[in-house]
């Protein structure tokens, strides 16, 4: 091999290298600005399969376990906590799934979802439409509902106008209030739930209108009536 030759082969191999590694700077500056567009929308989907990876790990173990019942236990405990985080349900509805069912078992139905702002509201209407000293309420988006059996069960009752309180039309189970006035949300009577929803109620509204023969008990806030926040949707205010 000539000197002249080694030299030339060192000069192109030189200027291969510099031309890739110019082309590479080019591609990290692109890919630096695709990142930079995409990091949120990455970092969520890098949090939710990290997160369904946990479920389905979950799920696997729950299915294969041959441990000690202690064990076991322990591990579906973990499971269950872990599930019930509310960060873990605003992401994961999907796998989060709550069952709920009417006294005479024809509805059932799944909500995939958390279930917010639980309260006990004492106005005379839940008390009578629960035949009880309150209604134990939670919000429920509409998206997160998915039925099992017995949609075609359902009845509805309007006791305050765009405010249609549902039901089962052979036990009287009380199920839902759907709102006209806010479709996307589910007023849920949380009596029909066959699971534990990890939350737990907040307050107690309507206190003022609570049945004089039920003393509350407990320690939880009492409102008079509603906080604005927590009312029911309605049609128009001066519909009241
Ligand atoms: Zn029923
Ligand atoms: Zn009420």
Redesign the pocket.
């Known amino acids: 091999m000539s000197m002249a030759t080694a030299a030339e082969r060192t000069a192109k191999l030189q200027a291969s290298i510099e031309a890739q590694a110019k082309k590479l700077a080019e591609l990290k500056a692109k890919k630096a600005k695709m990142d930079a567009r995409g990091r949120s929308k990455e970092k969520a989907d890098e949090r939710r399969k990290e997160t369904r990876r946990l479920v389905l790990l979950g799920a696997f173990l729950k299915s294969r376990m041959d441990a000690s019942e202690d064990a076991k236990s322990k591990t579906l405990a973990g499971l269950d906590n872990f599930l019930k985080r509310p960060e873990e349900r605003a992401l994961f509805g999907d796998f989060v799934t709550l069952r709920a069912s ?6 059932a139905l799944e909500i995939g979802g958390e279930i917010r702002d639980m309260l006990f509201c004492h106005c005379s209407m839940c008390r009578k439409a629960h035949g009880t000293a309150f209604r134990a309420r939670g919000r429920v988006r509409t998206t997160d509902l998915r039925w099992v059996r ?1 949609e075609d ?1 359902m009845r509805f009752y309007e006791s305050s106008p765009g405010e249609r309180r549902g039901f ?1 039309s ?4 009380n199920i839902f209030t759907k709102f006209d006035a806010k479709p996307q949300e589910l007023g849920f009577a949380l009596g029909i739930l066959d699971d534990d929803p990890g939350n737990r109620p907040l307050f107690h509204v309507f206190a003022g209108s609570k049945a004089p023969w039920y003393e509350i008990s407990d320690s939880l806030p009492q409102y008079e009536t509603v906080p604005p926040a927590y009312a029911p949707p309605v049609a128009k205010p001066e519909d009241d």
């Open positions: 009417c006294l005479c078992q024809g509805i017995g069960l089962c052979v036990c009287g189970s």
